[in-house]
T-cell receptor, first 114, second 112 residues
Framework: DAGVIQSPRHEVTEMGQEVTLRCKPI?????LFWYRQTMMRGLELLIYFNNNVPIDDSGMPEDRFSAKMPNASFSTLKIQPSEPRDSAVYFC????????????FGSGTRLTVV | SQKIEQNSEALNIQEGKTATLTCNYTNYSPAYLQWYRQDPGRGPVFLLL?????KEKRKERLKVTFDTTLKQSLFHITASQPADSATYLC???????????FGAGTRLAVHP
């Protein structure tokens, strides 16, 4: 398996533009998670899905952020409009629903909003 | 409020020694705890999981302990090597559906 695949690896955009981050989880994993990592705040959970259904989006910073999982093999995280304070590394992770397993993280998308 | 604390200062040790990293938590009752390794520019990599009813878990040179009374987990790397240099994150299960909350991590530097 190729692991969790995220795209793009790097994104530089101007303030006010729409940004879409993509994630392909590992086949067979029922849970998918979006995290954001910054030096100041560490790894923050934004939202997670179970069987394609959003379970908890309490970590989403504000209405500018939205996430979808239209099927078991694809998820997107969208920021519209983007702001400089959104600059961070965004990670997608997946896991089986069972509590016996750790997460598999993607390589992340480094987002810079100028 | 809920809090996960890991040493913010880097841990510097000599090759061959045992590295011990600490994870303390408050206002959680986690069913289990996990440890991850993160290298610069990469995503975290899962290392070990320990459940609340387990005191200790081992994997090769790694050992994790979990004391729910002290609300603390210790992560040990024996016979450390320069290749073990990385940031190590602890994570607690919070709520259902295998949801993890991460600590800030501790950077380990193993010197030859």
């Amino acid at each position: 398996d190729a692991g969790v695949i995220q795209s793009p690896r790097h994104e530089v955009t101007e303030m006010g533009q729409e940004v879409t981050l993509r994630c392909k989880p590992i086949s067979g994993h029922n849970s998918l998670f979006w995290y954001r990592q910054t030096m100041m705040r560490g790894l923050e959970l934004l939202i997670y899905f179970n069987n394609n259904v959003p379970i908890d989006d309490s970590g989403m910073p504000e209405d500018r952020f939205s996430a979808k999982m239209p099927n078991a093999s694809f998820s997107t995280l969208k920021i519209q409009p983007s702001e400089p304070r959104d600059s961070a590394v965004y990670f997608c992770a997946s896991s089986p629903t069972s509590y016996n397993y750790g997460y598999t993280f993607g390589s992340g998308t480094r987002l810079t909003v100028v | 409020s809920q809090k996960i604390e890991q040493n913010s200062e880097a841990l510097n040790i000599q090759e061959g020694k045992t590295a011990t990293l600490t994870c303390n938590y408050t206002n959680y009752s986690p069913a289990y705890l996990q440890w991850y390794r993160q290298d610069p520019g990469r995503g975290p990599v899962f290392l070990l999981l320990i459940r609340e009813n387990e005191k200790e878990k081992r994997k090769e040179r790694l050992k994790v302990t979990f004391d729910t009374t002290l609300k603390q987990s210790l992560f040990h790397i024996t016979a450390s090597q320069p290749a073990d240099s990385a940031t190590y994150l602890c994570a607690l299960a919070s709520g259902g559906y295998n949801k993890l909350i991460f600590g800030a991590g501790t950077r380990l530097a193993v010197h030859p």
